[in-house]
């Protein structure tokens, strides 16, 4: 189970690699293309299937000149062939010559499909920066 983690885990680092290069075929590589996929962006809707979720990366890709990732608070959990992480993306970008840093709780979903972990899934929300949060005790 342990190998099984680590390899998820490199299947996570590789989408966050293909984030940051801003290359849309090394995104596309990291995408299972034989199952129904699904991506939800901070404030978009959600997407579903392979043209309506490149496109968004394809998106994103041309309208951010760079992006860097700091991943904290990852955790990783697998059940046979399918694995999640959750996360938080600690995100430093370029936004119209500003740089704009942001928090974003991210879930990534895997399905293991022919020896390879393929993402099936992809949800970003924005959260409160440390220090705002309310007590997370308190249910809403």
């Known amino acids: 189970m342990q190998e099984e983690k680590l390899e998820v885990v490199r299947a996570n680092e590789s989408f966050y690699r293909a984030f940051e290069s801003l290359d849309i075929k090394e995104m596309e590589k990291i995408w299972a293309k034989d199952c129904d996929i699904q991506c939800g962006h901070p404030g978009w809707r959600i997407l ?19 992006m860097r990732f700091m991943l904290t608070d990852v955790t990783v959990d697998v059940r046979g062939n399918v694995a999640w992480v959750t996360l938080y993306e600690n995100l430093t ?48």
Request: aromatic share 8%; hydrophobic share 35%; net charge neutral.
């Open 48 to 66: 579903r299937g392979w043209e309506p979720v490149m496109e968004s990366w394809r998106r994103i890709f041309e309208n951010t000149p760079s």
């Open 93 to 140: 970008s370029s936004l119209e010559g500003q740089n704009v840093s942001v928090t974003i709780l991210a879930t990534n979903v895997f399905l293991k499909n022919c020896g390879a972990w393929r993402m099936i899934h992809h949800h970003g929300s924005s959260v409160a920066p440390p220090g705002l949060q309310s007590d997370p005790s308190t249910v809403h």
